[in-house]
Nanobody, 118 residues
Framework: QVQLVESGGGLVQAGGSLRLSCAASGSIFKINAMGWYRQAPGKQRELVARITSGGSTNYLDSVKGRFTISRDNAKNTVYLQMNSLKPEDTAVYYC????????????WGQGTQVTVSS
């Protein structure tokens, strides 16, 4: 079992910044990838950014150059720095912890709302 606690969402004007945090606890030794997903009303959940245990990252095309995923291994925490936010970034953001080798082994945070006003 892995527990994920997210924080950092909120309301921001377009062009502003927010930083999301996701603290993991429990069987963290099994995690080999952590990521941030988002889901806007009426849309499917999509991967925004992911970082592997080896440090590799990948991003949704629409956030490249604006968002940065990072991790602090000592704190078992992953961050998503979001800059130059746009109204279309408005969504509930979810943290995910996974083991890409073990089938169906992943956990989700409770979600945090990010709202970008125009």
């Amino acid at each position: 079992q892995v527990q994920l606690v997210e924080s950092g969402g909120g309301l921001v004007q377009a062009g502003g910044s927010l930083r999301l945090s996701c603290a993991a606890s429990g069987s963290i030794f099994k995690i080999n990838a952590m990521g941030w997903y988002r889901q806007a009303p009426g849309k499917q959940r999509e991967l925004v950014a992911r970082i592997t245990s080896g440090g590799s990252t990948n991003y949704l095309d629409s956030v490249k150059g604006r968002f940065t995923i990072s991790r602090d291994n000592a704190k078992n925490t992953v961050y998503l720095q979001m800059n130059s936010l746009k109204p279309e970034d408005t969504a509930v953001y979810y943290c995910n912890a996974a083991n890409t080798v073990i089938t169906n082994w992943d956990y989700w945070g409770q979600g945090t709302q990010v709202t970008v006003s125009s």
